[in-house]
């Protein structure tokens, strides 16, 4: 079933990747834009909790999981955003439907292999500013960056698997700013554009073992080191007529010579720990931790804008009431939900930004192999109206497949 399908869905997924924009969030102007969370949409139902050991659901946030997988794994996965943004001049609301990943897993022996393509980071606002006697201005930005991966696990022993991963990022960015000043005829319109490529690599181990007859204990790391993204700038500006109905006529142009930059990718730690029973029910707290004081801007000239070390604390899990029914469709439903705070390592104007959510989900199982479809609801809140910022109210739907086959079998006839 999944050889019949990878052709079809990758072509579509690679063209709506780099098309969409995967954010209404202004505080994806900063940095590298609004950072996406590398997980399935089943990890985002338990608060993004990703330490369980899962033989027929691919883990993209560490790579040691690949050799716990028993099934060759397709996923895909989407969301559909609802944003309201509020500040002490107004509110307003938003909306985007965008793509998470496309990714491929498969065990051979004591090892797996996984690759796949999710955005890393995504860059999609658009903010009006006017009042009695200021200049009018509008910014709008659109871009970010996608991540290609590939990785590999082996496991060292029944219970413990060791894992790494390679990871390719690439993608563009471009910000508009136009200004225009009450009682002078022409505004100025500023284009600035980001070329970013770079490499890292993460790390990790997963931990899954018996303790007594019905119970199992996991536990979960990852390391990232510190990477660096290249960006090469360039920037437009210009002299413009606008008009009453939106539309912008270029009077006159000339191009800026701008520096380029490397932006630091903080080295991130994570660390979680669970218990549950096989095929029923299981439970987890996972803490993360990203050296973020060191990331930067595309631009050298950004301002009112510093970094912090981040966390974020998760806790979830997740009930089956009975796997093997055969009498009841809603108890081999997986029911998932979970918690997330964090702190994002972005401080402007002095403001430290936060984000925290809460999320339900039900995995159903689609009919042979262990596959299922996934469904999550995520309700959140980030930053503030203090300092004249913007406070985010989202809702996040996330609808996902995971399709599941044999591959590598050996005949035993030939």
């Known amino acids: 079933m999944i050889k019949n399908i990878l052709v079809s869905f990758g072509l579509l997924f690679s063209m709506a990747i780099f098309a969409q924009e995967g954010t209404s969030s202004p505080y994806s102007y900063y940095g590298l834009g609004d950072v996406r969370f590398k997980g399935t949409a089943e990890n985002r139902a338990m608060g993004t909790l990703s330490i369980a050991a899962d033989s027929i659901h691919m883990n993209l946030q560490n790579p040691a999981g690949y050799s716990f997988l028993k099934l060759t794994n397709f996923a895909v996965a989407g969301t559909q955003n609802y944003n309201n943004l509020h500040s002490n001049s107004g509110s307003a609301d938003a909306q985007r439907t965008t793509l998470d990943y496309l990714a491929l897993a498969f065990p ?86 980001s070329n970013l490529t770079g490499f890292n690599a993460n790390f990790g181990l997963m931990f899954d073992k018996k303790i007594g007859k019905k119970y199992h204990f996991a536990a979960s790391a990852t390391y990232s080191p510190e990477g660096t993204i290249t960006s090469e700038n360039e920037r437009n500006l210009a002299t413009v007529s606008i008009f009453g109905n939106g539309n912008i006529t270029t009077i006159e142009e000339r191009n800026l010579t701008v520096d380029d930059t490397e932006i630091k990718m903080p080295s991130k730690f994570s660390f979680g720990v669970g218990m549950g029973e096989q095929g029923k029910w299981f439970a987890g707290a996972e803490a993360v931790f990203q050296e973020s004081s060191s990331f930067g801007n595309r631009f050298n000239d950004i301002q009112n804008v510093a970094y912090e070390n981040s966390q974020k604390y998760v806790l979830g899990g997740y009930f089956i009431p009975k796997y093997n029914s055969y009498d009841s469709y809603l108890k081999r439903v997986t029911y998932r939900a979970g918690f997330r705070y964090e702190t994002t390592g972005l401080i402007i104007s002095d403001v430290s930004i936060k984000d925290y959510s809460g999320s339900v989900g039900v995995g159903l199982p689609l009919g042979g192999m262990a596959s299922n479809l996934n469904i999550g609801f995520e309700y959140g809140q980030r930053g503030t109206i203090k300092n004249n910022l913007v406070r985010e109210t989202y809702a996040n739907i996330i609808i996902g497949l995971s399709l599941n086959d044999k591959w590598f079998q050996k005949r035993k006839y030939d």
């Open 108 to 193: 051979v022996g004591k090892m797996g292999f996984g690759f796949g393509i999710i955005p890393y980071s995504s860059v999609g606002y658009r903010v009006q500013s006017t009042g009695e006697g200021l200049p009018s201005r509008q910014y709008s930005g659109k871009g970010g960056l996608n991540r290609v991966f590939l990785g590999a696990s082996y496991k060292i022993t029944n219970y413990l698997s060791f894992g790494v991963e390679g990871n390719y990022n690439f993608g563009d960015v471009e910000t508009t700013n136009v200004i225009q000043n009450s009682g002078v005829q022409y505004g100025t319109r500023e284009i600035s554009n």
